[in-house]
């Protein structure tokens, strides 16, 4: 793979020189004649006159030939019409007389057509057929060594098959496969395991074989890699399966598929009857899925005995794995690797200096590069140029790799003999393609690397290691909920694989910058992706899939409790598990999203709320790699232009306005139009990964897909279209599909020779190959792109609010809080609170990083003190809060992806427990963040206003999940709800806002203080009229709603002031117009009752009693009886007589 | 995690068409054993070419197919892997015989040397060496 174009045993003349010297005269005689002069009919008879009589695949590389036939027949002075067209025919089987045509096995039959050529040459003579058939024995003879070329080349193909370590172990695998259940296949790097094992099963009869992979590019891989060698690349007997592509037909025999996707059709098919034979390939990484399958496995094996599985793994922990599967009896079979060998060089000391010379400012977080610089002379004297190999080096990280990287440039600048490449994971496509480049003569590569070349990327040609021994690991604190991303040393296993990479071409030479104790002292193995990460997902999974209890599930090594514990607890906050872990209906339709469950949540939400383009831009956006480069934010150019795409809500809203801005010049481009920009240059300009958008439109479009089959979204109605768009469409279709073949068959991207000056750009000239992304993309969105643009962002503010809540209602409880000393800060000192994890930074990539202002609240947003209430705390409408969508930990902990939300609406809509005291003027929400509503009942309407709020969310979305479509929910209730929520969230209500500590907790509760709280029990409750309020015995005071406790904390004297203010104050009812004096609750219940009649034009009839004061009344006007109080009665009288004045 | 069930297969017809049997093919010598999709002198893949012999053909493995309106000529389209030598009738691949207006296996070529032209009589010496030495 990836190999040079074959050189061509005949194509070392220059046959255009050779054709100056060819003499062009009128009288050529026989001994000069050249095809080459003629070449003009004779190509002709080459095509012949369609496709179908057409000789050779290639007629330029036939002329290549041609001309250096006839050099050679020049040479020996022959001419070319004396060579022989037919042998003769003999009647012996071995014909006795050397005659060249008998080497060939077969003969040329071209239709009659092309045999007589009526077009004359240019001079006008005619070409005699003698001419036309010494033409045909010089194509008979290309097609015949064309034909050896394609012999030898299966042959070579069988030849490297039969040379890999693995091939004397075929008979072994096949039986063991045949007579055992399951198999431990252990091997290292390049012994084949991968590719060939399928062939064999295969060949051996099974022919229902899965081969799962970690990665989605290394299915795509070894599907092509194998359908090569079974030689059916261009059929379809082997597959492959990933999340966006389904290479498969009825006919394909050996599918690799991706972990992920192997598990998601366990929850169709819980056996996996599709196949007969499961390859787990690369065991030993250990990532979730991969340790999820062997559990997995087990159970298969007792469901489906007769199924076959085999595991496969380098040759490390392979204990591990058999003590796993000792109840099973796994057949183990272990294949030695092929490396060459490999010197090894433990080279502590060369670090020293670097303690020498930073003793002090050990705190300099940049890493010395000296010691890689030193090797790198050391390789330039020790062994000469002519000798070919490259360098690759393993740094733990980023920053790592950039100051390496300079500091080698810096050397190379006199060196002139090494091409330095960074490798890492945020690099662009292009970029990352260079490794696998070739350097010019004479040069080495110096390929700069994160472990990401440790084993998923494989670069032929490297010679020299060099191994820092450091890495980056992500690990998830289940506690904080928080990643983290830290420096650390590798495992021994990590450390023998680098250096491993030396000795796949040759032997070679690894360094390590440390010391033999420092490896032996090295963890055996690397740690399990399972206990890194969050499990929320895993879990629901494995639940919807019924294995209910992950507790009990045979993990190879189980995840820790506190993680199971932490992630179902977050499920049940997110509602998709009952308190005893049941699925519910959220659960159920979030299983099925194969996105974080966060994200799940959030289409969710948004399916419902009629906001599913911008959602599903937005989960789409937020699930893939971030779009942007590590120039993105270095480069001074692409953030000026990406400014307006900026939004000052926040990093998500930022990222679907740069998509949509990515849709419109997509939009906008015409191919035709050479000086438009395109968007690849858009993207570039920008400091933007373009791969990442088309990305965001995949899984955009197969979330959609999906949220339809869960019914959470109607069918599609048919496009409205014209015939005339219709017809457009279909040609632009067509033209399309025959680019996308047309590059199928185009070869991959062929290594290219390094250019030694590389410095960067210049990728972008457009080579004039088919940009097939763009092709595709342009393919499933057709006349959609309009809709796409027109719905990729919310536009207007009640879209934009209803935007954020959506993504809130996924994101919450992750939300932070400013530092309140921020104000008096820079930039850089900015902190956040989260309720589990104080001091916080913003992460230098988000846009609040730099407009750190906008979470302030400034000096004319503050409003003016109010009555007695005393706080250090800024009094204002304007409180913000940042909601985040994780943090992660680096040097220090940061938030990721943060928005910013108005503090108190957010709160209490979202907030799990809102603790009030009797005024609804402190109200404490999740136990850690304080709300002071001194403006008398200014806190108890924005309670109540959200409570009723958050009652007609819930229904609207069980209404939606439960009755499976059947009723249709108005839509005037979501427009209600929507303006309601907007306006409710752009409300101006003046409060503080402050942080809780533990203990402060302590004193601002009433407790369990034996108060007597029953009379706090209101018989009729204005927040939730079917909910019947109950003591809460923690914290004091009656629960009104689910989340809300009223009166369980403690008065203040400010409070206690209030609360007698507001009895004092009268009270003119706008509904009734009466006149009271009432407390505050008194008030809600009132409005509560009173409520009907506000409205002055619909007067509710109140048919039954439901207060003792209420009494039979008969309207002697509308001749209506109705249960009212005395008040009622004296206001019906009043509005009757109105409208019977008017009907007069 | 993975979707995938809904991503529809977008397999052209040709592709669900049951592909024909194969004929398995084993060379005598060197055991290369490979399946083949005509025996015959008239493969209907190819075009504009007839074989002088019976002999195991393939579709060219290495490239796509040719199609109607492409560029991929159908003289090309063919591999052959070996036939039968005439003298002891068994199968052997290209590289286990020689042709010379028939084809005969290496061994057969070495027992009639003498019968053949000089040009390849010292071809075949060599090619015989070569498979006594891989034996």
């Known amino acids: ?102 080497l060939m096995n077969f003969k040329l039959k071209p239709s009659k057509n092309q045999m007589t050529p009526t077009s004359f040459d240019n001079e006008g003579k005619s070409i005699d057929d003698k001419k036309v058939e010494i033409f045909l024995t010089i194509v008979r003879h290309y097609l015949d060594f064309k034909q050896k070329e394609r012999f ?169 794995f058999s003590n796993f599967f000792d109840e099973e009896q796994a057949k183990i079979i272990e294949v030695p690797g092929r490396l060459f060998p490999i010197k090894l060089h433990y080279m502590p000391h060369l670090k020293n200096p670097e303690l020498k010379l930073e003793a002090k400012s050990s705190r300099s977080e940049r890493l010395n590069p000296e010691p890689y610089i030193q090797l790198m002379s050391m390789i330039d004297k020790k ?204 659960g159920k339709a979030l299983s099925k999203i194969p996105v974080e469950v966060f994200l799940g949540k959030m289409l969710l939400i948004g399916s419902i709320f009629r906001q599913l383009q911008p959602t599903l831009t937005l989960a789409a956006a937020l699930n893939v790699q971030s779009p942007f480069t590590n120039r993105a934010f270095r480069d001074l150019e692409c953030e000026k232009l990406r400014a307006d795409c900026e939004s000052t809500h926040g990093d998500p809203i930022t990222l679907i306005n740069l998509y949509r801005e990515w849709l419109l010049v997509k939009k906008s481009f015409d191919s035709r139009d050479r000086d438009r920009e395109n968007s690849r240059q858009w993207c570039r300009k920008r400091g933007l990964e373009e791969q990442r958008f088309y990305e965001i439109t995949k899984l955009k479009n197969q979330l959609e897909s999906l949220l339809r089959e869960c019914q959470l979204i109607e069918e599609k109605t048919d496009e409205k279209l014209t015939a005339a768009e219709r017809s457009i469409r279909a040609g632009e279709k067509k033209y399309l599909g025959s680019l996308k073949r047309a590059h199928k068959m185009e070869a991959p991207r062929e290594r290219r020779l390094l250019k030694a000056d590389d410095d960067e750009m210049d990728d972008e000239v457009n080579d004039g190959r088919i940009d097939i992304r763009d092709v595709e993309f342009r393919l499933s969105m057709g006349s959609k792109i309009n809709d796409l643009v027109l719905n990729a962002t919310a536009t207007s503010g009640t879209d934009l609010i209803m935007l954020k809540l959506i993504l809130m209602s996924g994101l919450y409880p992750k939300i932070a809080i400013s530092d309140e000393f921020n104000y008096l800060k820079s930039m850089n000192e900015q902190f956040f609170h989260t309720k589990s994890k104080p001091y916080i930074s913003m992460h230098p990539m988000s846009y609040f990083a730099k407009n750190f202002q906008e979470l302030h609240v400034s000096g004319n947003e503050m409003a003016d003190k109010v009555g007695i209430y005393k706080s250090k705390y800024p009094l204002s409408s304007k409180h913000q809060i940042i909601c985040y969508l994780s943090i992660l930990e680096t040097t220090k902990p940061y938030l990721m992806n943060s928005m910013r939300m108005p503090a108190a609406q957010t709160l209490l809509l979202f907030a799990q427990e809102i603790d009030c005291n009797l005024t609804f003027s402190r109200i404490i929400c999740d136990s850690w963040l304080c709300l002071d509503f001194p403006m008398p009942e200014t806190g108890q309407t924005l309670v109540a206003r959200s409570s009723n709020l958050r009652n007609r969310w819930n229904k609207l979305i069980s209404m939606k999940l439960d009755n499976e479509m059947g009723c249709q929910v108005k839509t005037e209730e979501f427009d209600a709800l929507e303006r309601d929520l907007a306006n409710f969230m752009n409300c101006e209500v003046v409060y503080t806002i402050k942080r809780l500590l533990p203990a402060d907790l302590k004193n601002l509760y009433k407790g369990n203080r034996h108060e007597d709280c029953s009379n706090l029990l209101l018989n009729q409750n204005p927040f939730c009229e079917d909910f019947a309020c109950i003591a809460n015995d923690v914290k004091g005071g009656v629960y009104v709603t689910e989340h809300i406790t009223y009166g369980c904390v403690d008065e203040t004297d400010w409070s206690l002031n209030m609360a007698e203010e507001i009895y004092m104050t009268e009270f003119e009812c706008p509904g009734c117009n009466m006149i009271f004096n009432m407390t505050n609750i008194q008030k809600l219940q009132h409005f509560h009752v009173c409520k009907p009649a506000k409205n002055e034009e619909e007067q509710k009839e109140f048919l039954q009693p439901t207060s003792s004061n209420q009494k039979l009344y008969k309207c002697s006007i509308c001749k209506k009886e109705m249960y009212m109080t005395n008040i009622d009665i004296l206001k019906h009288k009043k509005i009757c007589k109105v409208i019977k004045e008017e009907s007069i | 995690m993975e979707i995938g069930e809904s991503s529809k297969s977008k397999a052209t017809d040709e592709q669900n068409l049951q592909p024909a049997e194969k004929i398995p093919f084993l060379c005598r010598e060197c055991k290369m054993s490979e399946l083949v999709h005509y025996y015959g002198s008239k493969p209907p893949f190819v075009r504009n070419i007839e074989f002088l012999e019976d002999c195991y053909v393939m579709k060219d493995p290495f490239s796509a197919p040719p199609l109607k309106n492409g560029k991929r000529s159908y003289t090309e389209y063919f591999l052959v892997i070996g036939s039968k030598c005439k003298i002891c009738e068994e199968d052997f691949c290209k590289d286990c015989s020689i042709f010379y207006s028939n084809t005969f296996c290496i061994r057969c070529a070495h027992s009639q040397v003498s019968q053949f032209p000089v040009e390849i009589q010292s071809k075949i010496r060599k090619e015989f060496l070569a498979i006594k030495n891989d034996r």
């Open chain 1, 383 to 586: 062994y000469p140029k002519e000798e070919k190999g490259d360098l690759l080096i393993f740094l733990s990280g980023l920053n790592e790799i950039q100051s390496v990287v300079d500091a080698a440039k810096e050397y190379n600048r006199e060196k002139q003999n090494w091409i330095i490449l960074p490798l890492h994971s945020s690099l662009s496509m292009q970029d990352q393609d260079k490794v696998f480049d070739y350097a010019p003569e004479g040069m080495r590569k110096c390929i700069v690397s994160t472990n990401i070349s440790e084993t998923s990327l494989t670069i032929d040609g490297i010679r020299f290691v060099i191994d820092s021994g450091k890495m980056k690991e992500m690990t998830y604190d289940p506690n904080y909920k928080m990643q983290r991303l830290k420096e650390m040393w590798i495992s021994k296993a990590s450390a023998e694989q680098r250096k491993g990479r030396a000795g796949r071409t040759g032997p070679g030479i690894c360094y390590r910058l440390y010391s033999e104790k420092e490896f032996y002292e090295l963890e055996n193995y690397t740690k399990a992706e399972i206990h890194r990460v969050p499990l929320e997902s895993l879990l629901l999974q494995m639940i919807s899939m019924g294995l209910p209890n992950a507790r009990l599930f045979p993990f190879i090594e189980p995840p820790s409790i506190e993680n199971i514990e932490n992630s179902i607890l977050a499920l049940k906050q997110l509602e998709a598990l009952t308190i005893d872990e049941k699925l519910t209906s959220i």
């Open chain 1, 152 to 320: 030898k080349k299966l042959k070579k193909l069988r030849k490297f098959q039969a040379n890999l370590p693995i091939a004397p172990y075929e008979k072994e695998i096949v039986h063991a496969v045949k007579n055992e259940s399951i198999l431990i296949l252990a091997g290292d790097t390049g012994c084949g395991k991968s590719t060939q094992v399928c062939q064999y099963l295969y060949n051996a009869g099974f022919d229902k074989v899965a081969c799962t992979q970690p990665r989605r590019i290394a299915c795509i891989g070894l599907a092509k890699r194998v359908s090569h060698e079974m030689l059916c690349e261009y059929e379809s007997e082997v597959g492959y399966q990933i999340r966006f592509e389904k290479q498969k037909t009825k006919h394909t025999k050996i599918l690799f598929i991706t972990e992920g996707l192997l598990l998601r059709q366990l929850s169709d098919d819980e056996n996996l009857t599709q196949y007969s034979v499961i390859i787990i390939d690369e065991i030993h990484e250990r990532n979730l899925y991969g340790d999820f399958l062997l559990g997995i496995c087990k159970c298969l094996l007792r469901a489906r005995p007769e199924i076959k599985i085999v595991l496969m793994s380098a040759t490390i922990n392979i204990n591990l």
């Open chain 1, 1 to 102: 793979m990836g190999k040079h174009k074959r050189r061509r045993s005949y194509d070392s003349d220059d046959y255009r020189h050779q054709r100056k010297r060819t003499p062009k005269c009128e009288t050529e005689s026989d001994e000069e004649f050249s095809f080459l002069n003629h070449k003009r009919i004779f190509h002709k008879i080459l095509l012949g006159y369609n496709i179908s009589e057409q000789l050779v695949d290639d007629p330029a590389d036939f002329w290549l030939f041609l001309t250096k036939y006839e050099a050679l027949l020049k040479r020996s002075m022959q001419s070319v019409l004396s060579i022989k067209t037919e042998a003769p025919q003999t009647d012996s089987i071995i014909p006795s007389n050397y005659d060249k045509n008998y």
